[in-house]
């Protein structure tokens, strides 16, 4: 089969036809795929009703794996899944919905927020593929946004002023963004501040975007209402929805980012539903800045 993408975002994301994840990928499908997300930059594969190691072997088959282990605040003896998967869902190791005042959910809710995946990492991800087994009823859309046509958009002086900034990430600014603060000693030193350019450049294209998340939390040089102020500002621009696709989960769905030039966020859904969600993800090509040693 032959693959085919038609457009189904303003600016960006494609839908995919002609792709079997049950099956491995022939070297042409690889080549589309990759050049399918230089051009759409998201793609949605629908009807993949795939297992763990079928996502894992479609994964691989792209790129190498970013392990998730000591992103999030489920202890070693938590985890429901693999530690090749970022567990996206709201449930327990015994996939139990948790409670609305559990830590873990109250810090997940954090991809609420604009964000692009591992940004709190020294090397942030390449592409993410989140792959649903479990949706709720109404509500739980994952929103993108296209941060290179964003970037386009932006004044000449306003380029001018941000080429050269360097943002600090962190999961604890994201939470503490919307009041949560509840980490412990071992969380705060894991998730020390890394250094991420503002403006970065995509290694295959060789275009521009604006690398926003919500885990920027200072930008170096620039007092911190004025910094704030800043990435709030373009934050608004970037997300206006013209430069936004919302996708709405089908069972079985699986959507493909490039975190080099989106940023995307989860949308609120009936908090006792189950959402099984889950992420695997390919490694990022290096740092956007050099990081200072710890
Ligand atoms: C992610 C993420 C959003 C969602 O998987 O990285 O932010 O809608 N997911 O679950
Ligand atoms: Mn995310």
Redesign the pocket.
Known sequence: MTVSIRQVGPCFAGEVDGIDMTKPLTQSDIEAIHAGMDAYAVLVFHNQDIDDAQQLAFTESLGELEHSIGAGLRKPDEYRLPTQF?D?SNLDKENKVYGREDRRRLFAIG?RLW?S?SSFKPVPSKY?L?HARAVPSTG?N?EFADMRTAYEALDNQTKAEIEDMICAHSQIFSRKSVGFELFDEEERIRMAPVRQRLVRTHPSTGRKSLFLSSHAGEIEGVPQPEAMLLLKDLTEHATQREFVYSHKWRLHDLVMWDNRRTM???RPFPEHEPRD?R?TTVVGDGPTAEQIAA
Do not use: E, I, K, Q
């Open positions: 970022a996206v991809n964000h995946d993410s989140l739980g994952t995307h966020r989860a969600m992420r």
